[in-house]
């Protein structure tokens, strides 16, 4: 592949040129995923994080919300299908979880159910006016317990309920407004197949989002390996190679896979 041409730089004496904006970063606190981030995420990212079942996803984005809750940030996981009381006690298991997080208000669990239940949502297939207050909703809610870290387990189960892709496009990029607006930083787990050859179930998700982490399972000589690409990330340069990952009771560990010997899942 050849080299990459970079655009000119304007000399920093240059008359009437503001200085560069240097972006607010919010640390994931998996030190791997900061350091090829250049620092973590730029505050108010909405990142998709993909993969196909057992790759990680949900687990990466738990630590995400622990790491900032430990920093005084007020951290909200969202759940859409699955009760948030089984995630809590598949959190429970790993050393990196402290319970006084939650009891002090900093780590929050939401089912969107829940929600859904509130507003009087009982149809399938959500309208345009149910989306408009379902925005507002998570507003709110983010609003009112200055959220900073959000999580959305998962959008492909939240987007069964949009069937339109112009609709999704719309409510991704409102959510999004709403969440940079409010300062949050966001985690949509989207799950996806092997052979999907896309990052979200509909193909509309990768082209809204700030960033996509992409998760998959590789063999090796008989081994299933966990690995984690950064595909994109608005706001910063970053390592595009490919990390292998391991779940370890006190957190998510990474290191760069040796080029060779990987055979991708499903091939």
Known sequence: MGARAEAPTAPSEAPGRPPPTILERCTTGIEGLDNILGGGVPRGNMVLVAGSVG??????????????????ERSLLLSV????????Q?????EFFRPDLVEQGLLLFVDLPVIYDKLG??????????????????????RAHGVRRLVIDSVTSLCYRIR???????????????LTDEGCTSFLI???????????????EEAIVDGILLLWNARRRGDILRVLQVVKMRGTSH??????IELTPIGLLMAPHLKGGFVEEGS
């Open 55 to 72: 790759t990680g996803k949900t687990t990466l984005s738990l630590e995400f919300l622990v790491r900032g809750a430990e920093r005084g």
């Open 81 to 88: 299908t699955e009760a948030s009381d089984k995630l809590f």
């Open 90 to 94: 598949n959190l429970s298991t790993f």
């Open 121 to 142: 949502f009982d149809r399938e297939e959500l309208s345009s006016e149910e989306l408009d207050i379902l925005l507002r909703a998570i507003r709110d809610l983010v």
């Open 164 to 178: 339109r892709d112009e609709q999704i496009r719309d409510f991704l990029l409102r959510l999004g407004e709403i």
């Open 190 to 204: 989207s799950e996806i197949s092997p052979q999907a050859g896309r990052y979200s179930s509909r193909g509309v």
């Open 239 to 244: 390592s595009r190679a490919q990390y292998v």
